[in-house]
């Protein structure tokens, strides 16, 4: 078993709060509280001038922020060079990229049959911390990273391939900024980036775009493009309108008050929660229509530790095949929920690519039908150097 990516190695619950306690609420916040209008305006604005996709090399120095760097195998500061007492780095030594093998598992009546993507023009290799998200829009799937927003062509025709789409932008980069932290798409090609600092809409067959300024945090959008809901950490869910040029909204939206919402995100017109009871039970719900206040179609959790459908969190939830999938990095599951709620099967997620446990996160629907989900690997070298791999994985869910 691998390391997981040391990007999240802290607690999931305390770094949650953490997260919220550091964006605040009311006078503290971040943010403005009221949306203001966006300028529509055209795609190619957005993306940055004579900017390419290039990785960082294998044996890049993982200390950006070195003043001084040797042109050997070492780096030090100029301090260091004067009385020896500073710490040097050690050479970075090249890792190969884990080579994961997919296999098709059975579980009660269903077949999860994994495919593991392979790029073309990029690849996820990072002397520092991996993508922090993906979603999908249209038949393109984005990354989010420190270094932008990375544009890919999803071609299923044979197996999966992600081809870096440099016609949508210079070198594939949508954005070239490191404030956004999620993406999230609709069939029809609308895509929404968020972050602490706003968000952007985009159009990506109008080649359009407007700012989102006020509205902050993870967003999901809804499957016609008309809603947004976002949230930070444990903090509350805001509920904006988009209405092709602006954002307006920002209520909260009051969940039961037995429910501390750890995700949410658009099924159609329902909401797919994943939240943690009073009895510390994490459950996953799907809301009616958006219908909060009422009675939910169905609610999963098992208080049970180590019996199926007990989560440690819910890091994605999303429509596949006749079911919802679940996935949970803490416990490395794959949980699939029936129409009425009830737990149909289960599966270790390490087993559907090899036996490499890694960071899980999140799970989105593709335009084939599979879900796609996100892996994150790490690997030390001799010297302790870290090397982050990411992957991403589709699923076909059939039975």
Known sequence: MK?????????????????AASCGSGDDAAVADDASAATETTLASAAPEETTATEPAADESADESADSEADGDTAESSEDSADGDGDVELERLPIEA??????PLVAGPVTVTPTIC?????????????????????????TVHDEGIIAFQIDSSAGCTLRLDTELA???????????????????GQLLISGIFGAKVFDLEAGLFYDCDDLSGNASISPDGTQ?????????????????????????????DD??????????????????????????TRYVNGVVDGAPAWRAGNPEIGEIGWWGWVHGLAPCGNYTCLIDTNTDNLTLIGGDGAFIAEFNFSELVGGERGWIEPIETGP???????????????????????????LDVTG
């Open 368 to 394: 084939d039908g599979a879900v796609y989900v996100m892996l994150g690997l790490s690997e030390d070298d001799e010297n302790d150097n870290r090397t982050y791999f990411d992957y991403i994985v589709r």
């Open 98 to 103: 884990p080579v994961l093998t997919a296999t």
């Open 3 to 19: 390391t997981m990516t040391t990007r999240r190695a802290v607690a999931l619950a305390a770094s949650a709060m953490l997260l």
């Open 118 to 142: 392979t790029t073309e023009g990029y690849d996820f290799v990072w002397t520092e911390d991996g993508n922090e998200s993906m979603g999908i829009a249209g038949n393109r799937l984005f």
């Open 228 to 256: 947004a809901l976002a949230r930070w950490g444990l903090g509350p869910v805001t509920q904006w309108s988009l209405t092709g040029t602006t954002c307006t909204g920002g209520e909260e939206l009051a969940f039961p």
């Open 259 to 284: 429910d501390h919402v750890k995700f949410v995100a658009f099924d159609g017109a329902d909401l797919l929660v994943g939240s943690e009871g009073l009895d510390e039970t994490v459950y996953a």
């Open 170 to 188: 210079p070198g594939g980069v949508l954005v070239a900024s490191d404030e956004f932290s999620s993406a999230s798409g609709t069939a029809s």
